[in-house]
């Protein structure tokens, strides 16, 4: 189902509160050209051949990561698999998704979880960020950190 076919279902629907109307032609356009230009690609042997490809050595130290938070964690074990999910997709997507997708505090409790900095482990970027519409679009700005942390608005400088 196209983005186009999802907005007209949403703007047709008729609620209890309010009568929502149809967008005009104009916003339709918008909005389609905007999904084509920021929506991953769904083709998996794509997908497939950018998967990061750890060394021995940085698998190992990865499970000894894990292994440690493990043994050492006392709380919600809901956080702990959080933190845990965090470690492993990092080197997929890099540190920059992974600030776009969590809060900072959220980061912080993840990294003292797991007794790591994230910069320090991933980098910027992984193989898989160019799925993240959020990054896509964040990218388009002068500066990426302040725009994670809000200090700047989403228009074009």
């Not at 997929?92 to 409790?109: D, E, F, M, W």
């Not at 990054?135 to 074009?156: A, C, M, Q, Y």
Request: net charge negative; charged share 25%.
């Amino acid at each position: 189902m196209s983005f186009l076919n999802i907005s007209n279902n949403i703007f047709s629907q008729k609620s209890d509160e309010t009568f929502m109307t149809r967008p005009s032609k104009t916003s339709e356009k918008l909005i389609n050209s905007i999904a084509e230009m920021v929506t991953p690609s769904k083709d998996v042997k794509e997908n497939h051949s950018r998967v990061a490809h750890l060394t021995l050595e940085q698998l190992n130290f990865l499970d000894q990561i894990e292994k440690e938070a493990i043994t050492n964690f006392v709380g919600v074990l809901d956080e702990l698999e959080a933190a845990l999910g965090m470690l492993r997709i990092g080197h997929h997507v890099g540190c920059k998704v992974l600030y776009l997708v969590h809060s900072k505090k959220t980061i912080h409790k993840y990294e003292d979880i797991l007794g790591i900095k994230i910069r320090d482990l991933f980098d910027e970027t992984g193989p898989n960020s160019y799925r993240s519409v959020g990054l896509g679009i964040s990218e388009k700005f002068s500066n990426f950190w302040k725009f994670v942390s809000g200090d700047i608005n989403p228009t074009r400088e």
